[in-house]
C-alpha cells in the first residue's frame, strides 16, 4: 500500500459504513437551529451539481458536507474532505489530482489524486477561499470537464464524484478585491447554504454539549458525565467565537479534567480562565443577547416601525434600547 492510498485508507473505510453516516445524521438533524437549512437542502440532496457551503470558522461546514454525502445517493461511496488553506500552490494540485513518479523532488512513486480517492462518492474542498488565483482557474476547469490531469502526466482522467466547496469569506467581497475569479464566483455559488454561527442558534448549545461530552466520554472509556445546569448556563452565554470547533475543544479539555460524574459550574470556570476566555456575569450576557435580537431584527425588518412591531414594542422604546445598546440607526 502507497503512502496516499494509506494516508487515507482508515477514513475512507469509516465513511462506507453505514453507522458512521447515521451518526452524521443524527448529529446534524437533532439541532434545532439548523432545520432551515436542512429544508432547503432537502431538495438536492441527489442534484450532482457543484454546492457552496458558507459560514465563519468552525460552524461545522465539514459536517455538514458529510451529512449531505450521508443523505445522498452517493452514500455508499467514499467521503474525502481536503483543507486546501494547508497546502502550497504546487502540493495542492499533487493532493488533488496526484502525481507521476518524477514529477518533483520527492515524488518517488506515481500517486493517485482524492479526485481520485472520491470516486462514486464526495469531495469536500475546504478554505477554498484561500486558493491562488492560478489554481482558481486549474480547479474551474477541473469542475467544467470532470477530468484530472497528474501532476508531471499528460493524459487526462475522467473523475466522477460530487463535488461541495467550503468557504468562510464573502464570495462576493472576493471578487470585488480581485482574490476570487469572476468566472468561477459564477460557476461555484449556483447552490449556495448558509450555516449558521453558535451563537445565531444558542438554542442547539445543550443539545451539542451532551452529544460531544457523551462522545469524548466514549474515547475516553468513562462513564458520560452529566452537565449541571449552572455548568451548562456558563456554556450558553459565551459568545463562541469559534463556533462549534471552540465548543468541542473546550468540552474535550473539561471531560478529561473531569474526575466525577458531575460537570460543575467551578470546572467549566476552571477550564475557561486556563484557556484565556471571559468569563460574562449573567447581566452581561442578557445584555448581549438582547443587542442581538434586535441588530438582527433591524436588519431583517425594512424600518424601525416594523422592527419595534415585530419585537413586540412602541418605536420610543426601541429607540431608547439602541441608544443604550451603542446600535445605530439604520
Not at 469524548?216 to 467565537?241: C, D, S
Not at 449573567?282 to 441588530?295: G, S, T
Amino acid at each position: 500500500m502507497n503512502y496516499s492510498e494509506n494516508k487515507y485508507k482508515n477514513s475512507l473505510d469509516a465513511v462506507k459504513n453505514k453507522s458512521f453516516n447515521q451518526n452524521y445524521i443524527e448529529d446534524v438533524e437533532v439541532c434545532i437551529g439548523l432545520k432551515s437549512v436542512i429544508e432547503e437542502l432537502e431538495l438536492f440532496f441527489d442534484v450532482e451539481e457543484l454546492k457552496l457551503l458558507c459560514g465563519k470558522t468552525g460552524v461545522g461546514k465539514e459536517y455538514f458536507a458529510h451529512y449531505i454525502h450521508a443523505k445522498s445517493n452517493r452514500a455508499n461511496g467514499s467521503f474525502v474532505a481536503i483543507n486546501m488553506a494547508c497546502f502550497s500552490e504546487n502540493l495542492l494540485l499533487s493532493e488533488l489530482c496526484g502525481h507521476e513518479r518524477g514529477a518533483f523532488s520527492g515524488a518517488s512513486s506515481k500517486e493517485i489524486g482524492l479526485f481520485q480517492h472520491a470516486e462514486n462518492g464526495t469531495i469536500f474542498l475546504d478554505e477554498f477561499n484561500s486558493i491562488s488565483h492560478v489554481n482558481q482557474g486549474k480547479i474551474l476547469r477541473i469542475i467544467e470537464e470532470r477530468k484530472v490531469t497528474p501532476v508531471g502526466g499528460l493524459n487526462p482522467i475522467k473523475i466522477n464524484c460530487r463535488i461541495i466547496i467550503g468557504v468562510n469569506e464573502n464570495l462576493s467581497d472576493m471578487v470585488k478585491a480581485k482574490t476570487l475569479r469572476e468566472d468561477l464566483y459564477y460557476r461555484i455559488n449556483a447552490l449556495e447554504f448558509i450555516i449558521p454561527t453558535l451563537k445565531e442558534r444558542r438554542q442547539d448549545i445543550p443539545i451539542l454539549a451532551k452529544r460531544i461530552v457523551s462522545k469524548i466520554a466514549k474515547e475516553k472509556g468513562a462513564i458520560t458525565p452529566v452537565i449541571t445546569n449552572e455548568a451548562m448556563m456558563l456554556l450558553l452565554v459565551q459568545k463562541w467565537y469559534g463556533n462549534v470547533r471552540e465548543l468541542y475543544n473546550i468540552l474535550y479539555n473539561i471531560v478529561y479534567n473531569c474526575h466525577d460524574e458531575l460537570i460543575t459550574a467551578k470546572l467549566v470556570r476552571d477550564i475557561f480562565k486556563r484557556k484565556n476566555i471571559p468569563l460574562l456575569t449573567y447581566k452581561e450576557a442578557l445584555v448581549n443577547f438582547e443587542k442581538e435580537i434586535i441588530e438582527a431584527t433591524l436588519l431583517s425588518t425594512p424600518s424601525i416601525s416594523e422592527s419595534a412591531k415585530l419585537l413586540g414594542i412602541g418605536r420610543t422604546t426601541l429607540r431608547d434600547k439602541m441608544k443604550r445598546l451603542g446600535i445605530n440607526e439604520k
